[in-house]
């Protein structure tokens, strides 16, 4: 689904990516794992359109978007790409259901579609009743689970996560972490993770292990 051709990056003189090619199949679950500065986020960045590597290809099902426009660029990342931060980054003056609805009113759809997915999503989820409940009233684990939501508001090919769960304490991590596998087993959802979670890692269809700005095993 997902084909990485060759891809490198620089920073400056610090090259970070040194010709990583790799593919992501429909419905896997991918870790990737590494030490600090091994170039995982750059990775994910470039992955999910955020960033532009140097030379190489990125397709989605053939699609090469390192090709594409900004404009067209930014329509596909809506559509087809799902992102988690490790820090929920939800708008706090929005309730936990207007925040799932954001991206699909960005991407066009209308009040009542968007409203209807964003209900069915916090119900899937386990967050019914708390859509109508700001960011600073739910606790580290709904917010994450929330921006889970958020992700799948478009009903993405892929969700692209970075330490998603770094910063929840071990129940709420394992919470989130099954849900992955629960969303995948509903959705035939795909997600890539950055993580640092040794537990998450070998819970995963496949590891990743980047060092010096290459795949090491």
């Not at 003189?13 to 896997?28: A, F, P, Y």
């Not at 998450?200 to 990743?208: E, F, V």
């Amino acid at each position: 689904m997902i084909e990485l051709e060759n891809i490198t990056r620089s920073f400056g003189s610090l090259q970070v990516l040194k010709g990583i090619s790799l593919k992501v199949n429909k419905g896997e679950i991918i870790s990737i794992t590494g030490p600090s500065g091994a170039g995982k986020t750059t990775l994910l960045q470039i992955m999910g359109s955020l960033d532009k590597p140097d030379s190489g290809r990125v397709l989605y099902d053939g699609r090469d978007i390192t090709a594409m426009g900004e404009k067209e660029l930014s329509s596909f990342r809506g559509s087809h790409i799902g992102f988690v931060f490790q820090f929920h980054q939800l708008l706090p003056e929005f309730t936990a259901k207007e925040n799932i609805m954001i991206p699909m009113l960005i991407a066009g759809k209308n009040m009542h579609d968007a409203s209807s997915r964003a209900c069915e999503l916090l119900e899937m989820l386990g967050l019914k009743e708390r859509a109508e409940h700001k960011p600073s009233e739910l606790s580290g684990g709904e917010k994450q689970r929330i921006a889970v939501a958020r992700a799948l508001a478009n009903k993405p090919d892929v969700i692209l996560a970075d330490e998603p769960s770094g910063s929840l304490d071990t129940k709420n991590k394992d919470d989130l972490h099954n849900l992955f596998f629960k969303l995948r087993d509903l959705l035939g959802q795909t997600f890539v993770i950055v993580t640092h979670d040794e537990s998450l890692a070998s819970m995963t269809d496949r590891t990743i292990h980047l060092l010096d700005g290459v795949i090491s095993r």
